[in-house]
């Protein structure tokens, strides 16, 4: 099995700055891509950012030039580096991470960490 476990998350004002992280552990072969999430109120999950293990980088537009993605592969961990933050990115954010089950990494399972609460008042 394989845990992840969000910590960053908080109530912040408009402008201002958090880091969110995701460690991974368990029984780990290696992993994929590892990303985050998040879902509003009455919204859809959507992609906020991801990133390849060989570091290639996906963001949503609405968050382009606001977040940075990075991951730490000997720590299986991801990070995201969320500055000029606006009221329309509350919403509870989730790390996503593609493990390898196998040595011989044949195949992958997704996984989810339990979602970490931003809050970004106006």
């Known amino acids: 099995q394989v845990q992840l476990v969000e910590s960053g998350g908080g109530l912040v004002q408009a402008g201002g700055s958090l880091r969110l992280s995701c460690a991974a552990s368990g029984i780990i072969f290696g992993i994929n891509a590892m990303g985050w999430y998040r879902q509003a109120p009455g919204k859809q999950r959507e992609l906020v950012a991801a990133?390849?293990?060989?570091?290639?980088?996906n963001y949503a537009d609405s968050v382009k030039g606001r977040f940075t993605i990075a991951r730490d592969n000997a720590k299986n961990t991801v990070y995201l580096q969320m500055n000029s933050l606006k009221p329309e990115d509350t919403a509870v954010y989730y790390c996503?991470?593609?493990?390898?089950?196998?040595?011989?990494?044949?195949?992958?399972?997704?996984?989810w960490g339990q979602g970490t609460q931003v809050t970004v008042s106006s």
């Open positions: 996503n991470a593609d493990v390898y089950t196998t040595v011989v990494r044949t195949t992958r399972r997704d996984y």
């Open positions: 990133i390849t293990s060989g570091g290639s980088t």
